[in-house]
């Protein structure tokens, strides 16, 4: 399959972890940050294949498992509500919040409907002015241009019945965040590189120079990590610290120009509690105050929440990359796919989903 066959072409993969294994002269630690990168590093076997004592710690880039437990609460307290039509990606239906999800709610007749973007969710706002309209706007760089959009969209067309519950997180200080960390091992990062493709990689220069780490901007394909993980090794063993573009085929140094417009437009940086991790300083994007009338937390007053996760889950530890799921006592047990304790365990971008997928540990269990 074009497109497709060329990017997972075992006798390349096998050239690719020959040069891997003949270029490692230590038991290198290299994080990929994001989620969709772990999913096939784990379902293809890739960290299985690396030199001996070299690792691959996975990140925290899966934006279902780190948007914080009170915006889940928010988004149910609000789905609730009679008068709205609460919309969102199929895939944070099934985040467990504290006392249930989206999907439970819709069984018990909220208005709750997956979009494939946030532009629908305008749609359904116009076609339905008697209602209110909400999206979840989650996820990393990568989401926001849409949603960006979807605002301004709104804003243009005089759609007053549609707003946003943000909660948009940013990789680069996570990233800060994770080497500042007193335990962190990580020698080496393959960025995202469809996060890139939005923002470039300009913002990644000065953390490899300062903190002195290799960041490769890697794809998403089998041979994309794999080539990934030779080119930051490549950077380790000669002493090397920058930024590189593995990803070449999609991404340019300094991004989508006309998507960071939009998102500059519609959104300003702030403060960001991160689940699992705590809050990091300049970590997120909120609407800025030109759009604050398309704030769903302004406009429905939620109240206090009390949050209270579920105290099995180790999801923060795996999420800085200091333990494995296997290490969870609920793992595979109390916590599968269909009975998710955590959010790690809820999207297949998610370690513990990655890792209950490939059956990684599960015989013991
Ligand atoms: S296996 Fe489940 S309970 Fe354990 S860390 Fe992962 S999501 Fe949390």
Not at 125 to 130: D, G, V, W, Y
Not at 241 to 246: G, K, S
Request: net charge negative; proline share 7%; glycine share 10%.
């Amino acid at each position: 399959m074009k497109h497709l066959d060329e990017y997972r072409d075992p006798a390349l993969a096998r050239r690719l972890l020959g040069e891997l294994r003949a270029t490692a002269t230590r038991p290198w630690t290299v994080m990929e940050v994001c989620g969709g990168q772990t999913h096939t590093i784990v379902r293809q076997g890739i960290d299985e294949l690396l030199p001996a004592g070299m690792r691959m710690i996975h990140g925290p880039g899966c934006p279902v498992c780190v948007t914080p437990l009170e915006i889940i609460d928010k988004a149910l307290a609000i789905a609730a509500r009679p008068e709205v039509i609460f919309t969102s990606y199929g895939d944070m239906l099934r985040v467990p919040g504290t006392s249930g999800d989206l999907v439970g709610l819709k069984a018990r007749g909220a208005d709750v409907r997956v979009v494939y973007s946030p532009l629908d969710a305008v749609r359904i706002a116009r076609e339905n002015p008697e209602r209110e309209v909400v999206f979840l706007a989650v996820g990393f760089e990568t989401t926001a241009p849409a949603n960006a959009m979807a605002v301004l969209d709104a804003a243009k067309t005089g759609v007053t019945n549609f707003s946003v519950l943000v909660s948009h997180v940013l990789v680069p200080p996570a990233i800060t965040t994770l080497l500042e960390a007193p335990d962190n091992q990580v020698r080496a990062f393959l960025a995202a590189g469809h996060v890139c493709a939005v923002m470039g990689w300009t913002e990644y220069e000065p953390i490899a120079d300062h903190y002195g780490v290799p960041i490769v901007v890697t794809g998403f394909e089998p041979l994309d990590l794999l080539e990934g993980i030779l080119m930051a090794v490549r950077q380790l063993e000669t002493g090397r610290a920058v930024v590189e573009n593995q990803y070449v085929r999609a991404v340019r140094r300094t991004g989508n120009t006309a998507a960071r417009d939009a998102v500059a437009q519609v959104f300003r940086v702030t403060d960001r509690k991160w689940r699992g991790i705590g809050e990091i300083p300049a970590s997120g994007l909120a609407l800025d105050p030109a759009f604050a009338g398309f704030d769903a937390d302004r406009r429905f007053a939620t109240g206090d929440i009390v949050t209270r996760e579920s105290p099995a889950c180790i999801a923060g530890e795996i999420l800085r990359g200091t333990r494995l799921p296997t290490d969870c006592q609920a793992y595979g047990t109390a916590c599968t796919p269909r009975t998710p304790l955590g959010a790690p365990m809820v999207s297949s971008e998610g370690t513990c989903a990655a890792f209950h997928n490939a059956g990684r540990g599960l015989e013991l269990r």
